[in-house]
C-alpha cells in the first residue's frame, strides 16, 4: 500500500470519528490502568460491567490494594482469568503505592515493570491517559493493519513498527482507537462486512464479503 492510500484512510477515519475514544470506563489513569489489564482475553463490556461496581468502592491503588486479592476477586469474578487478574492488580497496586506515591508512572519502563502489564497495556495507558503517539496492537489492529495491507507484519512486535513508520504525525495519538473499532465493528475476524466499509475501495484485501442479494 502506498503513502496516498494511506494518508486517505487515515482521513475518512478521522472524517467519521474526529475524536476517537476508548471503550473501556475510566476516569483517572488509574483507573485505565486497572481497566486495561483486566480487559485481557476479555471483552470491555465484560470489563466495565465489573469496574462500575468496583471503582465506586475502591478506585486508588491504596483502596483497591486495601481490598486484599479475595476482596477484588469478588468484584472481577466475571471476568475471564480473574484469578490471576486480581493477583496482579493488587500486586501492581502494592508497588504504586510504594514506589510512585499512589500515582501512574508516565514512563514505558516503569509501566511495564508493574505486574500483569506488557507493551501493550503500557502504550495505550501512555496513549490514551497521557496523550502519547503509542500504538497498542491487539488483534483488532493486527486484523485490519494485515488484511487491508496497510501495515504487514507476522507479528505484534513488526505491525507496530511499520505502523510507527508509515502513520503521519498527526494521525498518530488516534489512528489506534480507529483500527481498534474498525476491527471490532466493521472488518469481523470471521467476515468482514465490506459492503458497509468506509474505506473498502482503499483497502488491497482480496477476498472481500458483500451481503448476498
Not at 494518508?7 to 478521522?14: A, D, K, M, S
Request: some cysteine.
Amino acid at each position: 500500500m502506498n503513502k496516498d492510500k494511506r494518508q486517505r484512510i487515515l482521513e475518512i477515519l478521522r472524517e467519521n470519528n474526529p475524536h476517537p475514544e476508548t471503550e473501556l470506563n475510566f476516569s483517572s489513569p488509574f483507573e485505565l490502568l486497572v481497566a486495561v489489564t483486566l480487559s485481557a482475553q476479555a471483552t470491555d463490556v465484560s470489563v466495565n460491567k465489573a469496574t462500575n461496581k468496583l471503582f465506586p468502592v475502591a478506585n486508588t491503588p491504596e483502596a483497591i490494594y486495601a481490598l486484599g486479592v479475595d476482596g477484588l476477586k469478588t468484584y472481577i469474578k466475571t471476568i475471564g482469568l480473574y484469578n490471576n487478574k486480581a493477583v496482579n492488580v493488587i500486586k501492581a497496586c502494592g508497588i504504586l503505592v510504594e514506589k510512585y506515591h499512589g500515582q501512574v508512572p508516565e514512563d514505558r519502563e516503569a509501566l511495564e515493570s508493574l505486574p500483569g502489564v506488557g507493551r501493550k497495556t503500557a502504550n495505550v495507558v501512555l496513549n490514551t491517559a497521557f496523550g502519547w503517539p503509542t500504538i497498542a496492537i491487539d488483534t483488532h489492529i493486527f486484523r485490519v493493519a494485515n488484511r487491508t495491507k496497510f501495515a504487514m507484519g507476522k507479528n505484534v512486535d513488526q505491525v507496530e513498527q511499520k505502523m510507527l513508520k508509515v502513520v503521519p504525525a498527526e494521525f498518530m495519538v488516534d489512528v489506534h482507537h480507529w483500527f481498534i473499532l474498525h476491527g471490532r465493528y466493521t472488518c469481523l475476524a470471521r467476515k468482514p462486512r465490506c459492503g458497509s466499509c468506509l474505506i473498502e475501495d482503499l483497502c488491497e484485501f482480496k477476498e472481500k464479503v458483500y451481503p448476498e442479494g
